[in-house]
């Protein structure tokens, strides 16, 4: 092999592309061996492709070319350990970001899916898995205070709590009856994510789905209601209100598609 290359020589035997090399020399980073005093041409030895092993592991690392170059004329085992070892809390801290923003896409990919699939408002009795959620803080309505308030009080209180507002958020009232009389008044708000510390229950759900905005569940607690008498449930709560398409996918408000599962039992026979 030549005693020195040029770039584009030592571009072909160490991968590196041209450019780059030139922007690392502009950078101080990594020059050339020698250069050409009358054309100023770039010349690199073979055994140069060391130095350009280590900038290029560290980099593929995504630690700062800055951080190399400082490192580069005078490191020990000790000083990269310590680089790496940060590196790694930064990746540890990034996987999670990602796992989590995989969750949320899950979480909502499946929510639209599902709304893509029901029909109007049609009821039924299915069974729910067991689903984790994440709970804010009960819920206090004034007489006549619409659903905006509480609900803009639970998402001020999402980041102390460490509630996660891209995933999809629910509405949860503890009994049928508390449904039945203010079905725009949950108890409690809820995250869907499933690190969640709460959960609904697995079990037989009564189902039905209903458009609208926010708080608003037109006469769907009526006709639950009365889906119930006519087929001999008995309505034990509690009752989960979830928003399958939102302003992610909707643009129209009234449009919204909220799906309510309200726990159910078969009503005992009884006996004369």
Known sequence: ??????????????????????????????????????????????????????????SDLKIPLKTISEKGTDRDPEAIMDLIENQENLLDMEMRQLRERYSVMHARRNLIKLGLKTNGSEFSVCFKEEKPLIFGPRNTFVEGEPFYGPFAHFCQQAKELRINLNYPIGAYHETAEAFFKAPGQPDYFFSLDPTGNKKREAGEYLVGTTRGYYGELDDIAEKMKIYADENSLYLSGPVYVIYLHDEICIKDPSQYLAQVCMAVSKKPTVYL
């Open 1 to 58: 092999m030549k005693a020195y290359l040029s770039i584009n020589e030592f571009s072909k035997l160490s991968g590196i592309e041209a450019s780059t090399l030139r922007y690392w020399d502009d950078i101080e980073l990594f020059s050339p061996a020698k250069r050409d005093l009358n054309n100023n041409y770039r010349y690199y030895s073979p055994d140069q492709i060391i130095a350009v092993n280590f900038i290029t592991v560290l």
